[in-house]
Structure formats: C-alpha cells, structure tokens
C-alpha cells in the first residue's frame, strides 16, 4: 500500500515507497511475530487456547506529505471482519520503534469497546484519503482520549470494538509498527449482507475483481478465509 499523496509520484524504491504491507502469512520471518511466546501468553487470555492469526500488517508511517494524509482516522477493526463474537478476537500492535504524538501514535477511546458496531464510511478530508481508512461516522469528539506513546518493543492488546485511530507523521523519518489481530477458532463467520458492513465487503470485492481477475462470486467471508492460519491448538470454524 502506498499513501494517497505518493501513490502516482516517483520515489525510490525503498522505504518510502511502502506505507503498509498485509497479509504477510506467507512471509515466515514476519509471520514469526504472530507466534512468538511473549505474544501468545497474553492472546490466549483473550482467544482461548485454539488461536487464529487472521489480519497481519506491518505499518510503514510516512512523514506527511502536507495534506495530512498519514493520519488514520477513528474507526473499530470489526468493522472489517466478518467472524464473532467480538469478545474472542483481541489485536496486538507492536512499536518497532519509539512512538509518540509527533510521529502519530495510537489515540483511543476509553471505553468504547463495551458499546456496539457502528457505521462506517470515509472522511471528508480535503487532503484525500487512503484506501480502506474507514472511520466512525457517529462519535464525539470531545470524548476524552488517550494517546499511546511508546518505547521501542512495546506492545498493546486491544478488542476489536475499541475506537482508535493514529495521528499525522510530523516528524522526517517513519513510523514503524508489526501488528496482528487474533480470533479464537471457535470464532464462527456470518454473513454482512444487510449490516452495516455492506460497504467494506462491496469494496474488498471490487479489489479483488480489479487487482486479481476474480470472476466467480465469493463473499467477503471467502477473502478471510484464505488469509487465516492457525498458531496455536486446534482450528475449528475459521
């Protein structure tokens, strides 16, 4: 994925071209990180003992480009999963470097993740948005919240219903962050048709018959499927 502001500029192919990668399943030594130990003693709390890692992502933060397009907005994670109950998927989000309010850290809503699923859509930013960056339409604002600075190596659990988001990169260098969201595999599937999630899998469909030549009707279930892996125990549904 490339920031908005990049996406059709010339840039060297380093660093600076990648703002995120997901799905790297396939990828052992970052996959690596969904099994780790010091990881999984604290998912289990969460999962259960049969864990499925289903959404990896390793977050490349780009100095904003001057639109503030490196922020990302307030939004819940369920928001783009199609498996419950909520309360046995848990996301662990890793700090590969210092992260603080000039560089964008986390920002949460205290709370929120006893409340319920709601609507999504993209902000009216004038400086665009980027893709999939979904956030809440509903919630206040003045809300007191809270900002997750962290070390270098740090880690934060947190459940899929919880309001969060990221500031802009006011800083020159990137910000880096590992992260993976776990299920218990006694999690089941359900269908978003008729939901407030019609518009995420709408959009994940057209992706995949864009970018990958996908003809055959499939849901947005069948995507999650194909990235799910078991990392620990047994897997059930998912």
């Known amino acids: 994925m490339r920031d908005v502001t990049i996406a059709k500029s010339e840039f060297v192919a380093d660093e600076k071209a990648i703002t995120k990668i997901q799905d790297f399943q396939e990828d052992a030594e970052l996959f690596r990180y969904c099994t780790l130990p010091q990881i999984l003693k604290y998912v289990e709390c969460f999962t259960g003992p049969n864990i499925m890692a289903m959404h990896t992502m390793l977050i490349n933060k780009p100095p904003d480009p001057g639109k503030m397009s490196s922020r990302h907005p307030m939004h819940q994670d369920l928001h783009y999963f199609p498996f419950r109950p909520a309360d046995l998927i848990v996301a662990a989000w890793t700090a590969m470097e210092r992260v603080d309010r000039s560089n964008g850290c986390l920002v949460v809503l205290p709370g929120t993740h006893k409340g319920s699923l709601k609507q999504h859509d993209y902000p009216e930013?004038?400086?665009?948005?980027?893709?999939?960056?979904?956030?809440?339409?509903?919630?206040?604002?003045?809300?007191?919240?809270?900002?997750?600075?962290?070390?270098?190596?740090?880690?934060?659990?947190?459940?899929?219903?919880?309001i969060h988001g990221s500031g802009a990169n006011q800083t020159q260098g990137f910000r880096k962050a590992i992260s993976c969201h776990f299920a218990s595999a006694d999690c089941?599937?359900?269908?978003?048709?008729?939901?407030?999630?019609?518009?995420?899998?709408?959009?994940?469909?057209?992706?995949?018959?864009?970018?990958?030549?996908?003809?055959?009707?499939?849901?947005?279930?069948?995507?999650?499927?194909i990235r799910g892996r078991l990392v620990k125990g047994e897997r059930i549904h998912l």
Request: zero cysteines.
């Open 125 to 162: 930013w004038e400086g665009g948005v980027n893709k999939m960056y979904h956030g809440v339409r509903d919630y206040d604002a003045n809300q007191p919240r809270v900002h997750l600075e962290m070390k270098k190596g740090d880690t934060v659990f947190f459940h899929p219903l919880l």
């Open 188 to 225: 089941h599937y359900i269908d978003v048709k008729g939901t407030s999630q019609e518009n995420i899998e709408r959009e994940v469909l057209e992706i995949a018959r864009k970018k990958y030549g996908v003809t055959v009707p499939i849901t947005l279930k069948d995507t999650w499927m």
